[in-house]
């Protein structure tokens, strides 16, 4: 029989390969984790069709474009062959490589480009690593794909919801020499160095990659983005790539395609509890930035927008909410309105309650709501080029959103209205509060709670 009749795999797979269209974008659309089996000597995977993620992320109006490999549980080495057999309807990419410096892999020379090698359906075809790397598959077309890989070295992959800890564990003791171990969630998947794994592997359960698929998912909340919606506010299935190379910049960082957690970085993912990774939802939360609205000073800023709102969901807490930031609102408030400078203030905290008094006022739906308008200003060709153009295309869309004119609040926090933006947001309801004086969770008002997107 065929190697698709036998695969240990092949009854899963086969409803998927022949299946009408309408099942397999739905599969796609809720984030399942793929299909793997690895063993000693080969992989077998099953490549979901995932989109492309630049498209996707400028689709969904966000600032860094998620991934769309798919691990194989394998790594190879430069000039090891890998054999590739691909059963379905068209070809699939075969992606080998590292983002990242290691000292111990490619002589430790960054590598910031993966090599591509695509493989047609049927007959297996030989692929030589052209250098050492982590092999996924790519699979940019319409229909899932079977692709079995021989050769390479396995690594232990944990599949959450499908792996054991007693067998990760087991593939931990039975591959000691291999560089990486992967975790696969359905919204997130991370490839840490086998020394970090194996220094905490007490800690890595089912829940450890439970908890950081919640973070990618409350972050999909905040920005109104579902995998059960549809057209602009549909979530791809591009997943959040982590690495744990030897060096990077900062203490972690993000960029199109991967957040990177250097070195001890992939142990600190490893030993926190899943409500006290700021560290990871602010990361995370780069990705999702709107480009509309990060003028210059607010990179640093609007990042936390979702880190406050998971931050809040998980723990009740919210550390703007102390008699430091308390006496800096009210020394700054205590200003004439004319000798406040929103943009002129250094402290990117405090320039964060602004942005988190929005969501005090408005709700848990201000967010989704205002992200949800954006993007389809994005659609219809509404794209401030100027920082001047930013705030202004921000106040009246705050305004529309949240159904107040929000002129006041914005002339108390020192961010300048130009008359055109006055006269469009003169339009709507009055403010019934003064938002500005928000800055306790236990007596915040609330202006406008808006109902659910």
Known sequence: ??????????????????????????????????????TDDHSVVVAVPWGVPRAEADRENRWFAHS????????????????????????????????????????????????????RP??????TAPLDGLVYVKNEGSQPLQVTLEGGEPIPTFVGGVTTKASFDAQMTRWPRAPFATFIGEQVFADIQY????????????????????????????????A?????????????????????????????????????????????????????????????????????????????????????????????DTAGYRAKRTAYFGRAPAQRDFDKQTDIWFKLLMFDQLRRSFGEAFYPRLSARYRQLRRDGVNPRTDQEKRQLFALTVGQVAERNMTPFFEQWGIALDSSTRAALARLPALAHPIWNNHDRATDVVENALPPL
């Open 1 to 38: 029989m065929d190697q698709l009749a036998t695969s240990p795999i092949a009854r899963a797979i086969r409803p998927l390969l022949f299946a009408p269209a309408l099942i397999l974008f739905t599969s796609a659309a809720h984030a399942e984790p793929p299909l793997l089996d690895v």
């Open 68 to 119: 769309n490999l798919q691990p194989t549980g394998r790594f190879v080495r430069r000039g090891q062959r890998l054999s590739v057999t691909v059963a379905g309807p068209h070809a699939a990419v075969i992606a080998i490589g590292l983002f990242g410096v290691y000292k111990d892999l490619n002589g430790g020379v960054t590598q910031s480009s993966f090599n591509h090698q695509t493989v």
């Open 122 to 127: 049927g007959v297996p075809t030989w692929v």
């Open 195 to 226: 020394r970090w794994v194996r220094d905490n592997l007490a800690s890595v359960t089912a829940g450890r990659i439970a908890g950081w698929d919640q973070a990618a998912r409350l972050t999909n909340e905040v920005y109104g983005l579902s």
């Open 228 to 320: 059960m919606a549809s057209g602009l506010d549909r979530k791809s299935s591009n997943r959040i790539h982590i690495t744990n190379p030897d060096t990077g910049p900062g203490a972690a960082s993000a960029t199109n395609y991967r957040l990177t957690f250097q070195s001890t970085g992939g142990a600190v993912l490893l030993q926190r509890e899943a409500d006290a990774q700021w560290g990871l939802w602010h990361e995370i939360g780069h990705t999702y930035q709107t480009p509309q609205y990060r003028w210059a000073g607010l990179t640093e800023v609007t990042v936390n927008l979702s880190s406050m709102a998971i931050e809040e969901r998980l723990t009740g807490r919210n550390r703007l």
